[in-house]
């Protein structure tokens, strides 16, 4: 029977972009209540109780100060207690992130001095190091450097720019871009050296957009530059008297609620295996993607796996397949894909999430709907892909 309104997209819908990602069932019941009182109470006491596990996901004893606003917000938040007019920051661009970090700085008056890795490759310590060696005047105040640039789905080395640092003996701050990553591909602030780290909760915290973090030291917060306005102060933000109590405002309320679950969940399945989740669903995503390669035109963007961040997959299918598996996969499956962010031509490339809260039927899932929309669309692909992605999840479950 031929019915012709039928769709194979009717069911649960699957976000699988790189954020917001799939928020638990168990957040979203946490964050369905009434209002509490802001004034005194629970809410503080759960407030206060997050310092500690935002932490420990950073791998950190240093300061946390929470804002209300997405990763954005953090960037400017970071920059703002930081830098003063006439600065110097060194951008590391590896990708759409950091290149929007940086132009955040231009406008707050900040001189920007880039070096552009590309599309496909992570930052190259050498060149860093040249970078810094040449500045004998010491006009670098500070790095810029994303842990997971999202758009090109790169990991970057932040342990390597401290090395680099400390060889050169160069007294800028080392500062992390970490939304993508934190809860996903390990990070470890304090052993790595990073001095100011941002964070977002919409991505590895599993929490709607909404609040996002500014991890600092002592010695950050020594550099207070002349940029730094009350909203954005992170001293009054990690103070929990004044805070927890008045947050510049209305408290977050149900983001804290939310967060709180999220947070709780992550302890519960322990830090290193949810590394090792990630690590194994990355992978599975990897090893479909070198079945198709075989033939045709998808490929992953970044060759050396070594490279590759565990939240999130870049690739490219030429144009326009990208974009029309992107739609076929929406439109006639119910799963949506991450599009190629900052990329030309933008109907070329085309991104999978898997961070947070997904497993291995989830991704089995997508795989098998994108193996589907490349037979519906008829795009050359090497066979065994499916396969190939069970096979990891076996030898991983
Ligand atoms: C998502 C993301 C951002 C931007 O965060 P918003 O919450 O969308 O403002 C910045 N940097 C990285 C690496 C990201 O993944």
Redesign the pocket.
């Known amino acids: 029977m031929k019915v012709l309104n039928m769709s194979l997209a009717n069911g649960r819908a699957y976000l699988a972009i790189?954020?917001p990602s799939v928020i638990p069932d168990a957040v979203l019941r946490e964050m369905h209540r009434a209002s509490p009182n802001i004034y005194e109470g629970e809410l503080h006491d759960l407030t206060d109780s997050l310092v500690p596990d935002l932490k420990a996901v950073a791998m950190t004893n240093q300061n946390v100060a929470i804002y209300i606003g997405?990763?954005?917000a953090a960037?400017e938040a970071a920059l703002a207690n930081v830098v003063s007019a006439g600065d110097t920051v060194l951008v590391l661009a590896t990708g759409r992130?950091c290149i929007?970090w940086g132009e955040m700085a231009t406008d707050m008056g900040i001189t920007v001095q880039t070096i552009d890795y590309g599309d496909h490759a992570d930052i190259d310590l050498a060149q860093v190091e040249d970078a810094l060696r040449a500045d004998k005047a010491g006009k670098i105040k500070a790095i810029l450097a994303?842990h997971?640039?999202?758009s090109t789905s790169v990991k970057n080395d932040i342990a390597g720019l401290r090395r680099v640092l400390d060889a050169v003996g160069h007294d800028a701050l080392l500062m992390a871009?970490c939304?993508?990553s934190l809860g996903c591909d390990r990070f470890e602030m304090d052993a790595w050296g990073v001095d100011v780290m941002v964070a977002?909760c919409?991505?590895g915290l599993m929490t709607p957009?909404g609040i996002?973090f500014v991890y600092y030291n002592g010695k950050a917060d020594a550099r207070r530059g002349d940029r730094v306005t009350r909203y954005w102060d992170w001293r009054a933000r990690t103070e929990p008297e004044h805070y927890f109590q008045y947050f510049d405002g209305t408290a977050p309320t149900h983001h804290l609620y939310g967060l709180r679950k999220a947070l709780d969940m992550i302890k519960a399945e322990g830090l290193d295996a949810v590394f090792a989740r990630h690590q194994a669903l990355a992978q599975t995503v990897w090893a479909a993607f070198d079945c198709w390669a075989q033939e045709g035109p998808l490929h992953l963007n970044i060759a050396d796996a070594a490279k590759r961040s565990h939240a999130v997959t870049s690739a490219g299918a030429g144009s326009p397949n990208a974009d029309a598996l992107r739609q076929w996969c929406e439109h006639k499956a119910g799963l949506t894909l991450g599009i190629g962010l900052g990329r030309t031509p933008s109907d070329a490339y085309f991104r999978v999430g898997h961070m947070g809260h997904v497993n291995a039927h989830m991704i089995m899932g997508v795989l098998g709907t994108m193996q589907a929309g490349l037979s519906a669309l008829n795009i050359p692909h090497g066979k065994g892909a499916l396969d190939a992605a069970a096979k990891v999840i076996a030898a991983s479950a």
């Open positions: 790189p954020g997405n990763g954005h960037w992130f929007g994303v997971v640039d999202t871009d939304i993508a977002a919409q991505k957009a996002s």
